[in-house]
């Protein structure tokens, strides 16, 4: 009975005290309630007076924030007055200022010189500029944002000395070619592509059955990039060992910072159309050219074309299957975080429509970083990326068949849903309405790229940290073409084809690091060592079927069982590395680096399956000494220079080994008394046990610079980049039993260059501005083919034409043909010697040996598709709420295979009977009245090889200058929005991009990108880039 008494008085005074501390913590709420809050403004200032927009304005510990505006003013509301306000802003000191009750305040922040030290990102680590001692360019997020482009790559064209970026096709969501400091080998050479630290395969992806390329490095969203680092000689690429003789780009995604969650988005749409339509024969133009080439030929005109007036203009087909096509982006960016978990979300939609019909492109990105502070010592963090990519396209490039080649070559005398029916004597046999082609083509590419990496970082003592990141990279590819079965006039598919490809890749990376970092005296060690393993696993399997009795059922076993053919392909590719560099800065002014890194790949064969790649460089701080420092105008100096090398490893998985072909037609053979059929087996090509590394040898030579107290600076480089042991084919008698020759190290490149970089930024009052202007100079010569025979490039048109030629003395895919002399004006000026089936009218091809005929020998050098001068000048300006961007970009000293003249000038259709239709560059032709030197006779047999040969009459200067973007943006003053409200901030804009292009080309565009170092600057029919049009809103929350 006492317990429970006892237990009772003890239950009652329990509840007694717990009320007690609830009525007191109730009071306490209700004193709270009943406090007077304040609203606090304030002015933000430079040492100098002027005011500073977009300071960080927080509450000390607490979770209330916000930013100065373009005046440099700021508000806070509902805060106690006891508060401390934290103040922050990159390049100036943190300041902290107490409240105490004061509702207005004035704050004034110091410069701090040391944090206006750019920091860049290089490989497995950061590093002050003012310590680096290769050659790094960075462009940073707030340059990416001035535009509005689909991939990175489009927003940092003509900004950076030494790399050349176009575009290899004007298609939507086209690809990009990239190139750093000029082109080593006739092979791969893309850079390497590094997302957050881990290698990423770049390239393009073929949209089903048409010559439409989709940007491969879509899985990065431009709004999600932080900064790009392009490290272009070996000092800065080396740590990359095999991978990085063409160079590599480093790009380092947005991830969240502790503070107030931040909201962003970006939405824009456009309008794209040609920027150029060169023009072609109307109807009576064509019916009368076509008349009088019939005539000159002996052979009786087209009744059908008796009288070329009553046709009128006809239809314009280019104007036809060209369109103004729409595009919309939009992109949401959160983040944020605490002093423990930072994050940072995103997810971005883009849908571009094609100026060419039935042609289009949709993209979906998604990405989530996330870091997590376990303690002071151990960190965490991950990220999580996808790209769905989903486009239509069309076969462009096609002489016969391509959109549009076709627009260019049919018949103004048609209407649009006409179909070729005349006879074949005047009209092509494969020749079809580019319309009714185009909407019963469907070609499709469907792609899901996944992308993660997760990483734990543990610092074992002060300086000392140890790291390991796994990553993985999963790539699903599936590419369809259908044609169905058609009889439209003269063109004919008597059977509906599907054609399917699935394509697997797997790429997984584990990487250990550990880093030094100390400075003591006046010495400062960083270093780092590692262990790196990579595997890439790629499965192809492509399925083609023909004859479907429902055509609605456009599946594979939808065809006939006995139309269907498969085949496939896998490769594996593995690659083991060590790695180390050490960087060493004395006082300051000395600098020197060193870097090692030991690679095997599994591409190579056991005699060479590893390979070293080392870099040594230096820098001197000129402006750290005493004696320079009475210089005042030179606010900093810097000379360095660097050596190295590196390799390129992009053979192909598996070219040491030989390749035997079974069971094909002449390899079985009959065997035994039933005479049965044995499966036979023949070399292909026979391996290389040697084979081993491209190796980049390279020397650079930089001087960093700045002037009128750092408004102005200058970077200079000079480089020479030798390519040694490039690829070639071994040459081998026809009777040597092999298809291919196999291929042995054995060429030599060299790419040398200058490379400037020149800017100057200030202001007048509340007018700031940014001038920036590069260029950079290049020569390309092949020193050495070792054993190997000058390479051909592939053909184009319907003729054996080379595309390009490479050999020793010039540059890697140069032009080589006949020189053109004019044209013959009379019978009797022809040398029947040298052009024995030549004509008045037609071309006078040089005799350049003089020896009295026409052959090989005569055949020089006529271009190069390698600028010897790109450059670009990028001009920032703002005033109040205004900001304007404008940037300009060109190429000189490069040529442009125009291979697209073949079809578009001659009118006779070389692909078969008939004629087709020409530019109106036509209507100069030679005639025996009017004369003419430009374009020859017409013809229908071109017995002298007019257009049958390579000659100076396709090659064209492709120097241009593009007035590539101009961006103009206006910013809503902030104190338009509440501070609690959920709006911060506005900017409007709109930005027009390929606006002016200033260039003698006779094409659609001179910007002629490829993949291929031996089909560069040819121009076969490639897809144009549009003018874009845009309007954009970008709002902060």
Request: aromatic fraction near 10%.
């Amino acid at each position: 009975m006492r317990r429970k008494n006892y237990a009772l008085f003890l239950s009652v005074v329990w509840m007694l005290l717990l009320g007690e501390e609830v009525m007191a913590r109730t009071q306490q709420t209700n004193r709270l309630n009943r406090q007077d809050f304040i609203d606090v403004v304030g002015n933000v200032t430079a040492s100098d007076g002027s005011p500073l927009p977009g300071v960080s304005v927080k509450v000390k510990g607490g979770v209330a924030g916000t930013s100065t505006d373009l005046d440099g003013k700021f508000q806070l509301r509902r805060l106690t007055g006891k508060e401390t306000l934290l103040f922050t802003f990159v390049g100036y000191k943190p300041q902290e200022v107490s409240l105490q009750g004061r509702r207005s305040l004035q704050v004034r922040l110091e410069e701090d010189f040391t944090s206006l030290e750019e920091i860049v990102v290089i490989g497995y680590g950061t590093q002050s500029r003012k310590e680096l001692t290769g050659s790094v360019s960075s462009v940073k997020a707030t340059e990416l944002q001035k535009v509005a482009s689909a991939s990175f790559t489009g927003a940092i064209q003509g900004k950076v000395p030494g790399v050349t970026i176009s575009q290899t096709t004007g298609a939507p969501g086209g690809a990009t070619s990239v190139r750093i400091r000029g082109v080593g080998t006739t092979g791969g050479n893309e850079p390497l592509y590094v997302i957050d630290g881990f290698p990423v395969g770049g390239g393009g992806m073929t949209v089903g059955g048409s010559t439409d390329r989709v940007d491969g490095m879509s899985i990065v969203n431009p709004n999600d990039i932080e900064s790009i680092e392009i490290l272009k000689d070996a000092a800065a690429a080396s740590i990359y060992g095999a991978r990085a003789a063409n160079g590599v780009i480093l790009i380092t995604t947005k991830r969240g910072k502790e503070g107030v969650t931040t909201a962003e988005l970006n939405a824009y749409g456009g309008l794209q159309q040609l920027w150029k339509k060169p023009q072609f024969l109307n109807a009576e133009e064509f019916a009368t050219l076509a008349n009088e080439l019939y005539s000159n030929s002996n052979m009786t005109p087209n009744p059908e074309w008796a009288n070329p007036a009553s046709f009128g203009k006809g239809t314009d087909w280019i104007e036809e299957v060209f369109r103004t096509a729409p595009l919309q982006n939009y992109d949401v960016n959160v983040s944020g975080g605490s002093q423990k978990v930072q994050a940072a979300l995103s997810l971005g939609y883009r849908d571009q429509q094609g100026t060419l019909i039935e042609t289009w492109n949709k993209r979906y990105t998604g990405r989530a970083n996330v870091d997590v502070n376990v303690s002071n010592k151990l960190k965490f963090g991950g990220t999580l990326a996808f790209a769905y990519t989903h486009s239509k396209g069309q076969r462009n490039e096609d002489f016969r068949l391509g959109i549009f080649n076709l627009a260019q070559q049919f018949y103004p005398t048609l209407g649009l849903r006409d179909v070729v029916n005349g006879s074949s004597a005047y009209y092509s046999t494969q020749g079809d309405n580019p319309i009714l082609r185009a909407e019963s083509m469907e070609n499709f590419l469907k792609n899901m790229r996944m992308y993660g990496n997760a990483y734990g970082e543990y610092e074992i003592a002060n300086g000392l940290k140890w790291r390991t990141s796994i990553g993985i990279d999963a790539n699903n590819n599936r590419s369809t073409t259908w044609e169905p079965k058609v009889e439209r006039g003269h063109y004919r598919n008597l059977q509906a084809i599907l054609g399917e490809t699935y394509t697997q890749g797997l790429n997984w990376l584990i990487e250990n690091t550990l880093s030094f970092n100390k400075a003591f005296n006046e010495h400062n060690i960083s270093a780092v060592i590692g262990q790196t393993a990579q595997k890439n696993t790629n499965d192809w399997i492509g399925v083609t079927a023909r004859d479907f009795q429902n055509e609605n059922l456009q599946i594979i076993n939808g065809s006939a069982e006995l139309e269907r053919r498969a085949n496939g392909t896998g490769s594996v590719y593995s690659l083991a590395s060590y790695l180390g560099r050490i960087n060493y800065t004395y006082r300051n002014k000395y600098l020197f680096s060193a870097s090692i890194r030991r690679d095997g790949s599994s591409n190579f064969g056991p005699n060479h399956k590893w390979g070293n790649f080392p870099s040594f460089s230096a820098g001197w701080n000129i402006s750290e000494e005493t004696f320079f420092k009475q210089i005042k105008a030179i606010n900093s100096l810097k000379l360095r220079a660097s050596w190295g090398q590196l390799g390129n490893d992009a053979i192909g998985a598996f070219s040491y080994a030989s390749t035997i072909g079974l069971g094909r037609v002449g390899d079985n053979y009959v065997l035994g008394p039933d005479q049965g059929l044995a499966i036979g087996a023949s070399m292909i090509r026979p391996g290389n046990q040697n084979l081993k590394w491209e190796t980049s040898e390279q020397i650079n030579i930089g001087l960093d610079a700045s002037f009128l107290n750092d408004h102005a600076y200058l970077t200079a480089e000079y480089y020479i980049k030798d390519t040694k042991d490039m690829l070639v084919s071994l040459p081998v008698s026809m009777e040597a039993g092999f298809e291919s020759a196999p291929s042995v190290n054995g060429g030599k490149v060299r790419n040398k260059g200058l490379e400037l970089l020149l800017g100057y930024n200030g202001n007048s009052g509340e007018f700031k501005y940014d001038l920036s202007f590069n260029l950079a100079t290049l020569k390309n010569e092949v020193l050495s083919l070792g054993t190997g025979r000058p390479i051909t490039g592939p053909t184009v048109g319907f003729t054996s034409m080379s595309s390009s030629y490479t050999e020793v003395g010039e540059p890697i895919g140069y032009f080589r043909g006949y020189i053109v002399d004019g044209i013959y004006q009379q019978d009797e000026e022809v040398n029947k010697a040298l052009q024995p089936n030549a004509q008045a009218g037609d071309f006078r091809f040089r005799d350049v040996n003089g020896d009295g005929a026409l052959s090989d020998a005569d055949r020089v050098k006529l271009g190069s598709p390698w600028p010897s001068l790109t450059y670009g000048a990028n001009m920032d300006f703002s005033y109040k709420g205004f900001d304007l961007n404008i940037l300009f970009q060109g190429v000189a000293g490069n040529e442009i295979f125009h291979v697209n003249k073949f079809s578009t000038y001659p009118i006779k259709y070389f692909g078969g009977s008939g004629v087709i239709n020409a530019s109106a560059e036509v209507l100069n032709r030679w005639t025996p009245e009017n004369g003419g030197n430009t374009v020859p006779r017409l013809t229908y047999t071109d017995a002298n090889g007019n257009y049958a040969n390579v000659s100076s009459f396709y090659i064209e200067k492709g120097d241009f200058l593009r007035l590539r973007n101009v961006t103009l943006g206006y910013s809503l003053p902030s104190g338009l929005f509440a501070d609690e409200g959920l709006i911060k901030r506005i900017r409007v804009y709109v930005s027009a991009q390929n606006l002016l292009t200033f260039t003698q080309y006779s094409g659609f565009d001179p910007e002629i990108g490829s993949t291929s170092p031996l089909a560069s600057g040819v121009d076969d029919g490639v897809y144009p880039i549009p003018r874009t049009y845009m309007l954009g809103l970008r709002v902060g929350l």
